[in-house]
C-alpha cells in the first residue's frame, strides 16, 4: 500500500489542480475563518474599531445595524452565486452541444471560473461568520471593522461579477477553448519528452518483443491508462531480474481481466507481487492530460469535425483546430520521442514501453479531418498548409516522404468531389510540398 501512495497522491493533486469545487471550498473556508477571526479579534480589542469615522458607521454600538449589513450582504451573495452557476451549466451545455463533451473538463478546470465561485461563496462565509459577533444582549455589541471588510468583499464581489460575465464570454469563443487545450497538450508533450531533439535523423528505437515465453499479469480494474510509473515498473524489474512489457500505451482502455503486462518469467511473483506491478498504472473512467497527448489531440479533432458536419458546415472553426493542430506536431516533432526501452543495469532490458510515435499522432490529428473535408476545399487546403509547415521543420528525408503520402491522400481524396479549380490549387500545393521535402524550395502558402 505504501508503494501506491506516490501515483494515488499524483492522481489526487491532478484532480485536485482541475477539481471544480476544490479551490472554491478553500476560499470559501478561508474567508470564512477570516471572518470569524476578525469578529472576536474585534471583541477582545475593542480599540481596533475606534479609528472608523463617524460618518460611516455615525453608532459603534448599535448592533441592529451590523446584523442588517451582514444578513443583505450573505442572502444577496447567495442570490448571485445562484446566477452564477446557471449562467455556468448554460455554458457547459452549449459547449457540450456545439463543440464536444469530451472539452467540458476544460472549463472545469478554469481558474477564472473557480475563483469567481469563491470569492461569492467566501463572501457568504465571511458574513455568516461574523454575523454571531453581532448581538444585542447581554451586553450590546456591533463588529464595525468586519462589516467593513464584508462591505469592501461586496464591492469586490460585484466587480468579479462583471469580470466573470466578461471571462465567460471569452472562454466559450472556439479559439480561445482549442487554443487553450493546445497549451495544456504542448505542457503535457514538454513534460514527457523534455529534451530537444539535438539530431534530427535520429529515430526512435523500435521496440522487440522477446522470443522467449512470456506470462502474463491480468488486468483487475477496468479504464483508461492515464499515467504510467515507468521508475516504478523499472525498480521492480531490476529488483526481481525480469523483464516487464507493457501490453498497452497510455490512453487505450483495458477491460479488468485482459493482460496488462507480460513478464519474463513467473517463478516468484505471488498475487501481491502482481498487485505491486499493476498498482504502476493510474486507471480511471475517463482519460486525462497526465502523459496522453493524444487525448489533447483528440479534443481538438473533434471541434474540428463538429464544425465541418452538415449541420454546422463551418469550416473557419475547423481551420482554426488545424492551425492548432500544426503546433501541437511541431512540438511533438522538435522533441526526443519518450524512452520504449529501458535498461536497468546498461544492456540488460527490464521495461518495455509502447508510446504513441508520430505516425500514430498524425493519424489521430489528420485522417478523420481529411476524410470528412473531401467536399471541402478551404480545410483541404490548410491540411496542406499543415503538411507544409511540418515540412520545414522536418530535416529527415525518411519523415519528410511520410509527409509527402500523406499530402498525396488529401489531394486523391478530394479527386472528383471539387471542382476543377479547387482542385488546381490542391495540387499546387501539393507539388510546393513535394518540392520543398526533396530541397527544390520553399512551401507553398
Aim: hydrophobic share 50%; glycine share 6%; charged share 20%.
Amino acid at each position: 500500500m505504501l508503494k501506491q501512495l506516490p501515483l494515488r497522491l499524483r492522481s489526487a493533486g491532478y484532480s485536485l489542480r482541475g477539481g471544480f469545487l476544490v479551490r472554491p471550498l478553500l476560499i470559501a473556508l478561508l474567508l470564512g475563518l477570516c471572518g470569524a477571526v476578525l469578529s472576536s479579534a474585534e471583541e477582545a480589542v475593542p480599540a481596533l474599531g475606534d479609528w472608523l469615522p463617524t460618518t460611516l458607521f455615525p453608532s459603534h454600538q448599535d448592533a441592529q445595524v451590523a446584523q442588517v449589513i451582514l444578513s443583505v450582504i450573505a442572502t444577496s451573495t447567495m442570490t448571485v452565486v445562484s446566477i452564477v452557476f446557471a449562467i455556468l451549466l448554460m455554458t457547459l451545455t452549449l459547449a457540450s452541444m456545439q463543440f464536444s463533451p469530451r472539452i467540458l473538463i476544460s472549463f472545469v478546470r478554469d481558474q477564472g471560473t473557480q475563483w469567481t465561485l469563491g470569492i461569492f461563496l467566501g463572501t457568504f462565509t465571511y458574513c455568516l461568520a461574523a454575523l454571531p459577533a453581532a448581538r444585542s444582549s447581554p451586553r450590546p455589541f456591533a463588529p464595525m471593522l468586519t462589516v467593513l471588510g464584508a462591505m469592501l468583499l461586496a464591492l469586490i464581489a460585484v466587480g468579479w461579477l462583471l469580470f466573470f460575465i466578461h471571462h465567460i464570454s471569452h472562454a466559450i469563443s472556439v479559439n480561445h477553448i482549442v487554443d487553450r487545450i493546445a497549451r495544456e497538450t504542448e505542457e503535457v508533450i514538454d513534460t514527457l519528452m523534455p529534451d530537444p531533439r539535438l539530431d534530427p535523423h535520429r529515430t526512435p528505437a523500435s521496440v522487440s518483443v522477446p522470443d522467449e515465453p512470456e506470462f502474463p499479469i491480468l488486468n483487475e480494474i477496468s479504464g483508461y491508462i492515464r499515467f504510467i510509473d515507468t521508475k516504478r515498473l523499472l525498480a521492480f524489474a531490476r529488483q526481481h531480474h525480469l523483464r516487464v512489457r507493457v501490453t498497452r500505451r497510455v490512453g487505450h482502455f483495458v477491460p479488468a481481466g485482459v493482460p496488462l503486462l507480460m513478464v519474463s518469467r513467473r517463478t516468484g511473483l505471488d498475487r501481491r507481487h502482481a498487485v505491486d506491478l499493476t498498482g504502476a498504472f493510474d486507471m480511471g473512467p475517463m482519460r486525462t492530460l497526465q502523459q496522453d497527448v493524444e487525448f489533447g489531440v483528440i479534443q481538438i479533432v473533434d471541434i474540428a469535425l463538429r464544425a465541418i458536419s452538415p449541420a454546422v458546415n463551418d469550416p473557419s472553426t475547423a481551420i482554426s483546430c488545424i492551425d492548432q493542430l500544426t503546433r501541437i506536431l511541431i512540438r511533438w516533432i522538435d522533441r526526443i520521442p519518450p524512452e520504449s526501452q529501458l535498461f536497468s543495469p546498461p544492456h540488460v532490458l527490464r521495461v518495455v514501453l509502447p508510446w504513441i510515435d508520430l505516425d500514430g499522432l498524425l493519424n489521430t490529428a489528420i485522417e478523420q479531418i481529411r476524410a470528412y473535408a473531401v467536399a471541402d476545399a478551404a480545410v483541404s487546403l490548410r491540411l496542406l498548409r499543415l503538411l507544409d509547415d511540418l515540412a520545414v521543420t522536418i530535416e529527415s528525408e525518411a519523415l519528410r516522404r511520410r509527409v509527402i503520402k500523406r499530402a498525396t491522400r488529401v489531394v486523391d481524396g478530394c479527386r472528383g468531389r471539387l471542382p476543377a479549380d479547387d482542385l488546381v490549387r490542391l495540387e499546387q500545393r501539393q507539388a510546393a510540398l513535394e518540392r520543398i521535402c526533396t530541397g527544390g524550395g520553399t512551401p507553398g502558402r
